[in-house]
């Protein structure tokens, strides 16, 4: 059976490399042609556009192995079965679900790697592309977050908290207006040139503020060097609060952001729901489309490789237009968000599932 195993993934290993690069290339291929034309505006050179090329691969990949997986089933499988070497398997005591499994196990383990990858690389790439493409455009410098939002409470104060400049690894924010609510009452308002973290003092101290006491209809004006700022979130919540971009987040920063940010709106929060469930959907399409493959692909009928390459695009086109459907469904609340996410892998799943158990009769 190692025999068998080994020969199956040897035959279905050889067309998915080649559909990694072919699928993988052709998304960073445009993008390095857009890139071509963003460095001839601002008068980059070559190393430049190749070094943001390079922090645009990872998501790539992580698009192009579901595609990729798809493809080697159809072709690998389907010379295979072309040759009649599956036909011959099944004469010698080998089932049909024996000779499945490696295919199937392989886009189980194909999808936990591309998770691996889109959760651990693909957040940091596109959050360091998105600084360089920021940085060399002249909009915002490197390693600063302009026009920075965030919100605090206690038991009994809300707070929300403006900065014009963040600066992360330095742990301080430039230009900060701070407004403190208590019983939905504006009660103390705070402006300040500088707000920074003290490590020793475990909080977020001002300098050259302006404190404004709201007390009934007065306001007591008050100028402070230098004063506690009252804003209890630590560096670590801050920062990921900053990070605002989903594909900059992995699933635990997004989910984070999402439980711990209660300034989202109703939609903000389906949408990023959506974009959070999607984060495992899109990665666990490997398993889906060699589910699905594997059937098609085992019909004992002859079948080429333009054969496979066209059916590999209609089923690629047809998912990501369920994608397109489900997750518009679920930003909308039709559905739940998590079903929307995971509606073209469902329906997928069902009509691959129902392949492989009619096939096996």
Known sequence: MRIVTRYILRELLGPFFFGLFLFSGILIGNIFVNLTQFAQNYGLPLSTVLRLLVYQIP?????????????????????????????????????????????????????????????????????????????????????????????????????????EEYYPAEERMIKVFIQEIKKDRVVRTIQSQELFWSEADYGWFFREGQIYQYEGEQVFPIRVAEGFSGLTRPPREVKQLARRKPTEMSWSELHWYIKNNPQLTDDEVRNLQVQLHLKIAVPFACFFFALLGTPLALQPQRRTSSAGFGLSFLFVFIYYLLMGVGSLLGRAGTMPPALGAWFQNILFGLFGGWQLLRKAR
Not at 87 to 93: D, P, R, S
Not at 106 to 119: D, M, R
């Open 59 to 163: 998501e790539n990949l992580a698009y192009g192995t579901p595609m990729a997986m798809l493809l080697g089933t159809l072709i690998g499988l389907g010379k295979m079965t072309g040759h009649s070497e599956t036909i011959a398997m099944q004469a010698g005591g080998v089932s049909y679900f024996r000779v499945a499994l490696p295919v199937l196990l392989t886009g189980l383990l194909v999808s936990g790697a591309t998770l691996v990858l889109n959760e651990n690389v693909v957040p940091v790439a596109n959050r360091i592309y998105r600084e360089e493409r920021a940085a060399l455009t002249g909009s915002t410098p490197k390693g600063v977050i302009r026009h920075h939002f965030i919100t605090d409470s206690s038991s009994k104060v809300k707070r929300l908290l403006y900065a």
